[in-house]
């Protein structure tokens, strides 16, 4: 079993982290994609480094393809990427992906599939924890913010998968010194320096629960908190606009979850299945970031939870 880390040439935000963990040793070149000459890789121990020439967001399956090029079993993959905010705020976020809230026919703006959620990556939650330490350590911290974004984008995946991004800026994508915790983040986090690797899910862990988070803003602040404070895994983190809901005011029904239109219900049972197959015997917890919703909304929301529950 083997770790994709997947950047591209394009991106200074990816490439730049993967020149600076390159630098670190015992890298060697590593199979190359015979139909497919812009991709690259190396290998480290148990690590795979993909470097390709293409959007990073339109890069489906690479894990699938990975597997029939080697014969190798991919066990989860990593993508580097730049992120971009309209604050302009630097920053280093984590994340995991998909687009459960589109529907059929929809064409997903930044890649994936509609009504797709990824297996979130175990490592999100101890890598936002891990990441924290590394940049206060290195002075970016209170410069840059450190923080999750809630699941969006591709490319699309069949193994557990998180973005680790720079933004928000030419400026910041550019900045070797924040490149360089994301590689340090990477080799400490696989362990690749001689230590234990940090985020391997196991179904004995004494801490088993698993957030859920359900509504807010895209940086999902009150479900980083939780993270944050009682170091809890992360699943998918859906913000108000994965969450899709059609007024009943406006159309006239009554508020219950059964006929509130819009592909909410879809979206959170895309984003909660994929979230038990990621972290098997996990104590699934859905937190809802009441301030973000109205009550009917709320309420729908909880019944339908409730209902799955026991379904």
Same mark, same amino acid.
């Not at 959007?55 to 399956?61: G, K, Q, R, W």
């Not at 939650?125 to 590394?134: E, S």
């Given at each position: 079993?083997?770790?994709?880390?997947?950047?591209?040439?394009?991106?200074? &935000?990816?490439?730049? /982290?993967?020149?600076?963990?390159?630098?670190?040793?015992?890298?060697?070149?590593?199979?190359?994609?015979?139909?497919?000459?812009?991709?690259?890789?190396?290998?480290?121990?148990?690590?795979?480094?993909?470097?390709?020439?293409?959007?990073?967001?339109?890069?489906?399956?690479?894990?699938?393809?990975?597997?029939?090029?080697?014969?190798?079993?991919?066990?989860?993959?990593?993508?580097? #990427?730049?992120? $971009?905010?309209? #604050?302009?705020?630097?920053?280093?976020?984590?994340?995991?992906?998909?687009?459960?809230?589109?529907?059929?026919?929809?064409?997903? /703006?930044?890649?994936?599939? !509609?009504?797709?959620? &990824?297996?979130?990556? /175990?490592?999100?939650? /101890?890598?936002?924890?891990?990441?924290?330490?590394?940049?206060?350590?290195?002075?970016?911290?209170?410069?840059?913010?450190?923080?999750?974004?809630?699941?969006?984008?591709?490319?699309?995946?069949?193994?557990?998968?998180?973005?680790?991004?720079?933004?928000?800026?030419?400026?910041?994508?550019?900045?070797?010194?924040?490149?360089?915790?994301?590689?340090?983040?990477?080799?400490?986090?696989?362990?690749?320096?001689?230590?234990?690797?940090?985020?391997?899910? #196991?179904?004995?862990?004494?801490?088993?629960?698993?957030?859920?988070?359900?509504?807010?803003?895209?940086?999902? !602040?009150?479900?980083?908190?939780?993270?944050?404070?009682?170091?809890?895994?992360?699943?998918?983190?859906? #913000?108000?606009?994965?969450?899709?809901?059609?007024?009943?005011?406006?159309?006239?029904?009554? $508020?219950?979850?059964?006929?509130?239109?819009?592909?909410?219900?879809?979206?959170?049972?895309?984003?909660?299945? &994929? $979230?038990?197959?990621?972290?098997?015997?996990?104590?699934?917890?859905?937190?809802?970031?009441?301030?973000?919703?109205?009550?009917?909304?709320?309420?729908?929301?909880?019944?339908?939870?409730?209902?799955?529950?026991?379904?």
């Amino acid at each position: 079993m083997v770790t994709l880390v997947v950047a591209t040439t394009t991106d200074p &935000a990816s490439i730049n /982290p993967a020149k600076a963990l390159l630098a670190m040793p015992g890298w060697h070149p590593g199979p190359s994609f015979k139909e497919e000459e812009n991709i690259r890789s190396f290998t480290n121990e148990g690590v795979r480094l993909l470097q390709h020439d293409n959007f990073i967001v339109n890069e489906d399956n690479l894990d699938l393809r990975w597997e029939q090029l080697t014969g190798e079993s991919v066990h989860e993959i990593i993508f580097l #990427s730049k992120h $971009t905010a309209v #604050s302009n705020r630097p920053a280093l976020t984590v994340h995991p992906i998909g687009v459960p809230h589109l529907k059929e026919g929809d064409v997903p /703006p930044q890649g994936g599939k !509609p009504g797709w959620a &990824a297996l979130p990556n /175990p490592r999100i939650g /101890p890598w936002l924890r891990l990441l924290k330490n590394i940049a206060f350590s290195h002075n970016l911290v209170p410069e840059f913010e450190i923080t999750l974004e809630g699941t969006h984008h591709g490319p699309f995946t069949n193994k557990p998968t998180m973005f680790i991004e720079i933004g928000s800026t030419e400026e910041y994508w550019k900045r070797q010194d924040a490149a360089q915790v994301i590689a340090l983040l990477i080799w400490e986090g696989l362990g690749l320096g001689g230590g234990a690797a940090v985020g391997n899910w #196991s179904r004995e862990n004494d801490k088993n629960k698993v957030l859920l988070g359900i509504g807010g803003g895209h940086y999902a !602040p009150r479900h980083m908190d939780i993270v944050l404070k009682d170091g809890v895994w992360v699943g998918h983190l859906l #913000s108000g606009y994965s969450l899709p809901m059609e007024d009943p005011n406006l159309s006239k029904v009554e $508020t219950n979850s059964k006929e509130i239109g819009g592909t909410w219900k879809e979206s959170i049972k895309a984003s909660l299945e &994929a $979230t038990k197959l990621a972290f098997p015997g996990g104590e699934i917890i859905a937190h809802l970031d009441h301030k973000s919703f109205k009550s009917w909304q709320k309420n729908a929301i909880t019944g339908f939870l409730v209902y799955r529950n026991h379904s």
